[in-house]
């Protein structure tokens, strides 16, 4: 019976073509036993807060977090979803006008949506009033977490459409709201990969199929990994916490095998205010290249100043912080063609290949004026 398929979602990854996932009945029913981990007491699991809660889903039940957020947990759990309008564009608006009507407790969206009600004092204050907001699917802005740390349960949700969501106990050390400490029975396993990063391992247990999906999606597994990259950080009560730093397929590799994760660099230049994502590439050239793209550029009245502003309030200090072999010029970081957004999944994951490929003219023409300064200098 646990095996039995009950569901299918196709799946569409930032580096790949759609994929489909079938989901079985022991996938759906992990939730179910979350009762059994009262044996930690008392340790607070992450996802407490939604018990019993009426919340927003800003996620399409499409997506595994939407389909388990919607269906899963109102079984399991006694969560009561209210869904968006079919439809409807998401804006601050819409979503004020729903959660004054029904009632609403806590959140549960893309991490862009809480960006853009936070730059909002009307957005801001329904955001401190939730009793929780959970993201999924990408970081959120470091600047709007610590502002909403103080003032509301933050819970950062991380996973796949195979496993489902990974279970993590809660810190009560608000500085370290994006951070993970999985529960054992979850199977977590961390790998060290250099430069202080550890890559997510999943192992199986005896007790892994009650909390674990994936091996219920892929029956015949033993151990996986999860291409998650995560640095260990010590809370201010002693508990060892994991933060997501990225993924594996992030790894650029320049042209004298230099190497360096991509979304190292990329968060550390969205934590600006004025920038929504930065995408980093420069696989197989002797330098990277940046490409930044603003929240609104039409409120950017010089571009060259803006990004000579980045460059020396970040890039300059990631320059110094990594390795000599690794340091961006000035000439290799330009801004998004307004001609060109950059495209993205549901989950507002960039579509780093599709973009790479829409923006090919730009990035050679970047690497060309570099070639040239290199050759007058």
Request: proline fraction near 6%; aromatic fraction near 10%; charged fraction near 20%.
């Amino acid at each position: 019976m646990w095996y039995q398929q009950s569901g299918l979602l196709l799946i569409r990854r930032a580096t790949g073509l759609p994929k489909p996932i079938y989901l079985r009945n022991g996938w759906m029913s992990t939730l179910d036993w979350t009762p059994a981990l009262s044996r930690h007491h008392p340790r607070k699991l992450s996802y407490r807060h939604m018990v019993n809660t009426v919340s927003l889903t800003a996620c399409p039940p499409q997506w595994a977090a939407g389909f388990a957020f919607s269906l899963n947990a109102a079984a399991f759990v006694g969560l009561t979803t209210v869904m968006l309008p079919p439809g409807a564009t998401v804006n601050p608006e819409l979503i004020i006008q729903i959660c004054k009507r029904t009632g609403i407790q806590g959140l549960i969206t893309p991490p862009s949506l809480i960006e853009e009600l936070s730059r909002d004092q009307a957005g801001l204050e329904l955001l401190k009033s939730f009793t929780y907001i959970l993201w999924v699917g990408a970081g959120l802005s470091q600047s709007v977490g610590d502002a909403l740390a103080p003032f509301t349960h933050l819970v950062p949700a991380i996973g796949s459409t195979e496993r489902g969501l990974q279970i993590s106990f809660e810190t009560e050390d608000t500085r370290m709201w994006n951070s993970f400490e999985f529960i054992p029975e979850t199977g977590p396993r961390f790998e060290p990969v250099g430069d202080d990063l550890f890559e997510l391992h999943i192992d199986r247990s005896p007790e892994s199929d009650m909390f674990q999906g994936i091996f219920h999606t892929l029956p015949n597994l033993n151990t996986t990994t999860t291409s998650e990259l995560y640095s260990s950080a010590i809370d201010q009560y002693g508990s060892k916490r994991w933060i997501f730093q990225g993924r594996k397929d992030d790894l650029v590799k320049l042209v004298w095998l230099a190497k360096f994760h991509a979304t190292h660099i990329e968060n550390a230049i969205a934590k600006h205010d004025q920038v929504k994502s930065a995408l980093v590439g420069g696989e197989g050239h002797d330098v990277p290249y940046i490409i930044i793209e603003p929240h609104d550029r039409s409120t950017i009245i010089d571009p060259r100043k803006f990004i000579d502003e980045i460059y020396g309030l970040v890039i300059c200090n990631i320059n110094q912080k990594d390795d000599e072999a690794i340091q961006i010029p000035r000439e290799m970081v330009m801004l998004t063609d307004p001609a060109l957004p950059f495209k993205r999944t549901l989950k507002m994951t960039i579509l780093r290949k599709d973009i790479e490929k829409s923006y090919q003219g730009h990035i050679n023409d970047m690497y060309k004026k570099w070639e040239a300064q290199k050759a007058s200098s």
